[in-house]
């Protein structure tokens, strides 16, 4: 039985396509509406400016992909993507230090976010429920007749005809959602509540290309900024195409430059030196990009009363995370198997939409907060990231610090950390006293080991 005649879900990224098939067997028919024309290859389009960047689908956005779409990882693998344990062939440099490389028992996959989002449109272009149709600007969601409901939605075809599309359900995984805003002031409802936080971020990407006898040996490679003294961070990453993304970012004013010299230079200022004695021999291919991203924000749709039925905003819409981390499109993914579900749950029900945004906001609130913690709490140990800081920061960060150091020498500490950056674990799990007590333990072992190798003076 199928909850209604048409759902429409504007924009086909990650989100948008993922939401498309959690839609898929609820409604007769699904319409993706997408502003871009879809390159029929894996290509960076207008519509995603960062996906010219280093991109990351950390294993939670993998497990999520792969409950929608069976064998998506594979696919991915089998269209070149690289595929090793979370903490093998991962350089990851914190503090100055590289942790040790252990296996964990945890897959992380590498590539190109065309490459991620080719495949992904693939699968959903074999649903014959699903239309994807590109090339179509949205202009707006209609209400229903009584205000109370999604009606249809307006948009401006490739040859600048008007189109209408009427929907039972409206999917906004746009980005920032804005016609969802639109929607609500234009039916008399108030603006949500926002919470932000200013970050000022900017980076540089390069996709650089290695000599077949300098070619590194690891897929990842992470050097992670010290707050609050040095804001410079870098990524590489490799590629489908076993070129690399190198990606440098930093905060405030100290933007990454755009030119090969400086960028090498640029990268000798990290908190350690490997990244700029890679890019010494390295080799530019095209040009370095630029993105800026000023501040992470989380928009509180589930605090307004009377939502309208019919309408879920979804990813960036929903909250937009510094993409330093890595974590918008497996959050997304997260978020469309908990609508895939919750439909699932009301189909052949009464009113099966009734409600439903609530729902949906609940199950995903503590997913977000998650979320939202792992980047929050990093950001705002700079002094100039604008936002209200939480009681207990201080403890917050120099617990972080510790889980850290605790992992240079525990492969169960760090499993347990990978899961939570990796988004299979919540951060609550770091928490946990048992946790708590050996981490507490392993540092006081670290200090007093270094204690002993601090040489007497006569």
């Not at 997408?34 to 950390?58: I, N, S, T």
């Amino acid at each position: 039985m199928f909850i209604g005649r048409r759902a429409v879900v504007i924009g086909a990224g990650i989100g948008g396509l993922a939401a498309a098939q959690a839609l898929s067997g609820k409604f007769e028919k699904i319409v993706v509406l997408e502003r871009d024309v879809l390159p029929a290859q894996p290509e960076a389009r207008m519509g995603v400016p960062q996906g010219r960047h280093a991109h990351a689908l950390l294993p939670g956005g993998a497990a999520a992909l792969d409950a929608l779409f069976d064998g998506c990882s594979a696919k991915l693998v089998e269209a070149g993507a690289k595929h090793a344990d979370f903490c093998t062939r991962f350089v990851y440099e914190v503090g100055g230090r590289q942790m040790p490389e252990r296996p964990i028992g945890t897959p992380l996959l590498k590539c190109s976010r065309p490459l991620i989002e080719a495949v992904v449109r693939s699968f959903v272009q074999q649903r014959n429920d699903i239309a994807i149709l590109d090339g179509r600007r949205v202009t707006g969601i209609v209400a229903a007749a009584d205000g109370r409901a999604v009606g249809a939605v307006t948009c401006e075809a490739r040859d600048g005809m008007p189109e209408r599309y009427e929907a039972d359900l409206v999917v906004d995984a746009s980005g920032r959602g804005e016609l969802t805003l639109a929607f609500l002031a234009a039916t008399g409802r108030p603006a949500p509540e926002e919470t932000t936080i200013g970050i000022d971020v900017a980076y540089s990407t390069a996709i650089v290309e290695f000599p077949a006898d300098a070619m590194p040996d690891f897929h990842v490679m992470v050097t992670m900024p010290k707050a609050p003294d040095n804001p410079r961070g870098g990524m590489m990453v490799v590629r489908e195409d076993n070129s690399f993304f190198s990606s440098l970012s930093s905060r405030g004013g100290d933007a990454p430059p755009a030119d090969w010299p400086s960028f090498i230079e640029y990268s000798a200022k990290l908190t350690t030196r490997t990244h700029h004695n890679l890019m010494k021999r390295a080799k530019l291919r095209g040009r370095i990009m630029q993105f800026k991203f000023p501040e992470s924000r989380r928009v509180h749709f589930e605090r307004l009363a009377d939502w309208p039925r019919g309408l879920v905003p979804l990813g960036d819409a929903l909250c937009r995370f510094n993409p330093v981390y890595g974590q918008g499109m497996s959050s997304a993914a997260q978020q469309a198997v908990l609508l895939r579900d919750l439909l699932a749950a009301r189909q052949g029900g009464a009113q099966p939409l009734d409600g439903l945004f609530d729902a949906f906001a609940a199950a995903i609130a503590p997913t977000l907060d998650n979320i939202w913690s792992l980047s929050a709490l990093p950001d705002l140990a700079y002094p100039h990231a604008r936002g209200a800081r939480p009681d207990g920061l201080r403890d917050a960060l120099d617990f972080n610090v510790a889980v850290h150091q605790a992992a240079f020498v525990d492969v169960e500490v760090q499993r347990r950390l990978f899961e939570v950056i990796g988004l299979l674990k919540p951060a609550s799990t770091l928490r946990e006293p048992a946790f708590v007590d050996k981490v507490e333990r392993l540092v006081e072992q670290i200090r007093a080991e270094a204690q002993d190798q601090v040489p007497v003076r006569a």
